[in-house]
Every structure is written in structure tokens, then in C-alpha cells.
């Protein structure tokens, strides 16, 4: 008996791994919808981002679970399904089917698409999470995910694991928090943006216009990022400026040979690129000055585990909090 | 032209190294892997106020004890810190923190397994547990649409006029039935109204707002009206009898609040509060739309939709006025909790709702939880820890000259109402009622009038959204914001606190409180 569930966990966990290979070769977008319009910019974006890609879109929707005492005892659902029985939607719902109509009239799944609905009971909640996929014929597809988790940053998470995931699209927050405050006051991007390992994109406005600013310290990784975030503004059809930033003088020239060079490359490989410079003085304040004026700003982590990010935080935070644009953080 | 591709050049997703945990696998260290893997910090950090919670307690009870405060009450006071806490930010599910409280009463203070069993169920539980069939069993008979379009008769179709009938039929409704019952009855009305006004969210945000904090402020204001109108009551009128009820005594008779006293008191400024709510709304947030001719007229053809009433709605209606009738002339006699469970099981036997229905809607974790959270309010009391520190607390408050008359009440209901926003308010008078009632008998005070203050005062959770059930309820409609509550919620505070202020000074003596 032993021995068949053994067999059964490393056949489940054989067929996971598989699973993960195929989505590989897929560009996933995971958009969180919560009703505001940036987060629909969102889809928008993710839509035009995945219009010549073999894609999945995943609208997700995290409601938090009820612990039955705000309520007085009565569970919440029992006034959710009065309002399904009025006929009226609840919010999750509404939200994303509003998201998914913007795709369906930007025709991201063609003319002929099938669905497919499932269910998973999760955090013992008989809610669980709901999931409707739509395959089209043209080999994308969008899933809605009603979800339901402890809070929603676990929810998002959580749906992070079910991934992969290439990027995330968020709305922005504006009461961004120490890193150490954030443990206690919860705040869903900056949590997102600081634990989620895939790319984060906090959106404001349409990112379209006005080109990506790629901001880099010259470091190799900081490099490989700002590559693929190049990408990123090229399938948008967005020209490319760099922005180089050095604490000091001590470490200028590689800077610059850095940025050089990565302008260069960006050049061979076909795409438009605007200003290349490099300027000293606090990375935060200058990428901020800069990049306020472009579509959006390409950054990237320094600290490079979870934990270091969590506890020491970085100029990507901060960049993404303070600037009035949207922000890709590339990982 | 570029040869890039979005998916291999493009941000990457991120997948765990799959070769070491295959191989490992295959040499049978998969699970120890998989056991590994899900000790990661993120479950620590999900769990922090737990930890900080125990950690805590550890601190307390390994400190010497104060002066004047006994082992068992410094245990009890310590039980009560951490069951707040956890009441507050909710990081493991709420009735653990019943379980822990069932459990700590009996390794750390000793008790008898058999007594702690007997203290976790009281008439107050039987009614906090009757009320919640009873609100599914009303929800079920689906009597909303026709509740609707007797407001928007009485109102017609002018915008501050419906908000205004609609706090007064939930306001009354929900004085007698509980504000969660009432505010997911309303709920699908003021959502329809607003919907039928317009679909745009942005066209109806001010009329949005007005409408369903007609809904969630009406039902608050009324749950302070009479004994069935929240948990909180029925908590404040199980201490004031455990506390100060002696059998044996004439004197202390009076600590027996019945269903009429209490309405005596308590219902005349709910009346009073109503239309300060429409006042305070209005004046907050300018709906958008002064005329709601269109969407009460599309209610109108639903509402005809659903043809005359049915015999089942009008047995529904006798029973739920039998309820109201029984609460009234025999909760003096046979308990509240008992005409509450008569009730739901009334409307069981005559088929108006189906068991799974009531077994589905309540949340009976909610009910193990008040009940431990009374029992431990009992065992504040018992131990002298409810007294020790109202006897602080008084102190603090004689260094600013308030620890009598109205400083000590406006003291107690400002302590009330920051403790009702930040977690229920049923909680809040556990936890809060046997500190405030010992300090009335420090400071001199009525325990009846100190008890008011509190039971009342805990209504005020207007600032947030897990203050009161009703605003729970209408906030998962997804129309409000955590910062709408704050906007119109702090004229509410004042214009509540003001008016018990002085319903409390001019009205209560006057009825003999």
C-alpha cells in the first residue's frame, strides 16, 4: 500500500513536472483584478504583450476568507447567495468577467474558443477556487480565478506556485510601508513585489507612448534584466532609453562601458533605443527624476533571495513605490 | 528586424531546480525534500502575530506578579491579552482562540475540565446561537423585494427620502432580529437600486456610498434597541446577572434586565439616531442622482413578478412576530436563548427552512468562540483580574480628574469604541464588559449605566469595515472602500457619542437607571 502511494506521489510529482516544462515554453501573464481601472490597464497591457505569443492570460480575483465574526456568525456567503438569487453578481465575478470581455473584444482568443470549469476546495473554505479556462483555437488561452485565501497577497502567492508565471501585473498601492512595517501593516503589492519570484509590473496608465526608461547599476545581472525587459518594451512597440546610476565616481568608467555596450546589443538585436547616460548621485531620485516622463521604468533586485529582500529591501522598492509611472521589476 | 522572442528572451519564469529534487527522489529522499521545502519563511511571517501573541503570554506570566493582582488573576489577564490579540489580527482561524482559551482555563488555571464545559454554555450563548438559525431561516423566506418596495411606497422615488426609509424599516428590523439578519436582506436592494440606476460604478459612487451606509449604519444604530438586537446585549445582560445577581438578595433584583426594560432605556435614542444617519450621509456624500424614478419603477415590475404573497410567507411572518411577542412578555421568565431556539426550531418544523440551510449559514465556530469568550470574562471577574484593573484604570483617570460622572463614562465609551474598530463588538463587551462593570463598582458608579455605556458604545464601530456584521456584510457588495468608512464614520462617532452623552445624563435617570 506504501509502496503504490509512493509511486503515486512521484508519478503526480512526474506529471507536475512535465506540466511546468509545457508552460515553459508558453509566455504566462498572471493579472490581479480588483476592480480598479489599473487593473484592467493591466489586461490591456497583457493582451498587447501576448498578441503574437503562444500565451496564457490568468485573470485572478482573491477574496479573503470570512472568519465568521465580523459577520456576528453568519457566514458571509449567505448574503452573497441572496444577491445571486436577486439576480445581481457578486464583485469577484463582475470584475473578472469585465476582464475578460476586454480580451474577448480585443480578440485575443480568435473567433472559436472552448471552456472548461473546474473547481478545488482550498483553506476548508466550501467556497474554494474557482477556475474557468477558455482554450482558443489559436492556441491561447485566459483563465479566470476566483480565488479564496487567508488574505490576498497568500492568494496571489499561492496562485504564484500553481505557475509558472513570466510576469505579474498589479495595480499600484500608494501606502507603501518600511519593509519591517510591512510585516505588521499588510500591503499587498509591496508583499507581491518583495516574496513573488517572477517579474512584477505595478501599472499606471496605459505604458504606452512615451518609451521604457531601463535603469541599471551596470551590474551583469542588472544587465540580463534590463535585456529582457527591453523585450518587453519592444513587443509593446516602445522605443528603449538607459539610464545608468552610480552612487559615486569610484566605479564610473565600468559603468559607462556597462551602458555602452548594453545600448549597443539592444541596437543589433533590432530594437529602438533613445538616450544612453549615466549620471552619479542616489539611483532612487535620479530614476524617479528621469523616468516620471516615460511610459514606464525597467528595474531590477540588487538582493537577490527573498530574504535579503524582504529585510534590507532595494532601489527597486523604492522606485516602485515613489514613481508616478508604471514599473517593471525584472527578476 | 528583430529575431527576439518574447518567451525565451523575455522575463522568465521562475521554476525550482527540478534535478536535484528529481534525484533525490528517485533515492527516496523526495519527501524529506518535500517536508523541507514547506518549512519556508512565508508560513512564519503569515503566522507572526501568533507568535508574537505567545510570545507575549510567555513574557507575562514570567514576570513577578503586581501587587494586589492574585496568580490566577494575572494568569486569566494574561489569557486575555493573547485572546485579543488574536481576536485583532486573526492569524490562525477564530475558534482556535476558543479552543485555546477551553484550554488554558484548565492546564494553566487549574479549573475543572466539567466546570469549564458548564461556563461555556449560558442563556446568552443559546441566544447568540438561536438568532443565527433565526437569520438564516428569515433570509430563506426571501420577504427582501417585498421589504423593498414597501420602503420606496412609503418614500417615493426621491433619493434622500428612500435612504431615509430604508434606515428606518432596517433600523427597525434589525432592532428586533440582529443587523447581520437585515443587512443581507437589504443588501440585494440597495445593490439593485444602485445597479438599476446605473451600471457605470463611477456615475453611482456617491449614491453607491449613501445607500448602503443607510444600510449598514441603520442596522447598527438599531442593535443597541433591544436585547435581541446583537450579541453584545445579550453578553452585557448575562454579566450584569453573574456579576451582581444575587437570589438571596431583593436589593439586586434590578441587575435582572429584561427585554422591556432594556427597550426602555435603550430603544428611544436609536429612534432619535435615525435621521441623524440620513443627515450625516447626505451631508458626507452628495449622491449623484437626487431622483430615483427609473430604478424604483424597474423594482416595481419585479416585485409584481413575484405575484401575491404566499401562505408559507405569511406563516413566516406570524412566526417571526411570535419570536418577537415571546422576547418581549417571556424572556423574563424562560431566558431569551430559549425563545430563540423555540423560534428556529418553529420554523424548522413548519418547513420553512431545511436544517442543511441553517447548518451552512452559521458559522458555529463564532458561537464556540463568544462562549469562551464569556467564560473567560467570568474568570476575570472570579479572580479579581477584572477588578485589579479597573482599579488602574480608575486611578490613571483620577490624574485627570475623571474617574467619576461623565469624564468616567466618556472615557469608557471612547476605550469601547477604539476597542468595537478594531474587532467585533460582541468581542468587544467580552472582553471590555467585566473591566468597565468592576470599574462602576470602583469609581461608585451604576453597573446598569456603566454596562449601557459600554453595550452602546460598542455599537459606534462605524470607522472600519470589521467593526459591525451589517458594514462586514454590505462591504463584500465591493462598492465601499475601507476609506469611505473612515469619511462618514467619524461624524458618526461624534453625533453617537454626543447624544448618549446626553441620554445618559437627561433620560436614563429620569426612567431610573
Redesign the interface.
Known sequence: MKTTSKKS??AR?KEL?EQ?KR??????VLVCIN?EDASYEGVKIAAK??E???SDIILLYVRRI???????????????R??L??G?E???I??LRRGFEMLLDMKFLGDDWEEHISHTDVF?D?LGDNKVEYRGKNGRRIVLKLKTA?DIS?GI?HQHEL?????IFMGPHIQWTTNWRS??IPNTVQKIAS?A???VMTVRGTCQGNGFLLSTDGSPRSIQAK???A??A??LGEPVSILGTADDDSDLANLENSVDKLCKDLKK???KTGDCKVVVGDPVRATIEAGNSYSAIVVSDRQTT??NR?FKGSIAFDIMHLSTTSV?N?? | MSKLSLVKDGPQAHVASTTWSARLGRQGYHQLEYFFAQLNFYYFWEKRWFIIAIAVGFFLLNIPTPDGLTREGMIILTMSIMATILFVTEPIPLPTVALLIIVGQVILLGLESNEVARSLMTDSVLFIMGSLMLAVALIHQKLDQRIAWLIVRMTGTKTANICFGISVVSGILASFVGEHTVAAMMLPVGITLITLTSTDRKKVRNLAAVILFSISYGCSVAGIGTPSGGARNAIMIGYWKEFFYDPANPETHRFLIDYVKWMAYAYPMFLIQLPLVTWVLLSTFKPEYHNLTRPVAKLRKQVELLGPMSISNYIAILLFLLVIFGWIFFSSLIGMGIIAILGAAAFLVAGQVQWEDINSGVNWGVVLLYGAAISLGVQMKDTGAAEWVAENFIFILSTIGVETGLGLWAAISLLTTFVTNTMSNGAAVAVLGPITLNMATVANESPILIGFITSISSAFAYLTVVGTPASTIVYAAGYLTPKDFLKAGWRMVIVSTILMMLVAKFYWPYVGV
Open positions: 506521489i512521484v510529482n513536472d511546468v508552460r515553459q515554453n508558453r509566455f504566462r476592480g504583450l501576448c503574437n505569443e503562444v470570512d472568519q465568521g465574526l465580523n459577520a456576528g456568525g453568519l457566514q458571509v456567503r449567505v448574503a452573497r441572496n444577491l438569487e436577486w445581481l457578486l464583485p469577484g463582475k470584475y476548508g466550501p487567508p497568500s502567492l505557475g509558472p508565471y513570466n510576469m510585516m505588521f516574496l519570484p517572477a517579474s535585456k529582457r525587459g523585450i518587453v519592444h513587443v538585436d533590432g530594437l527573498r530574504f524582504f517593471l525584472v527578476r
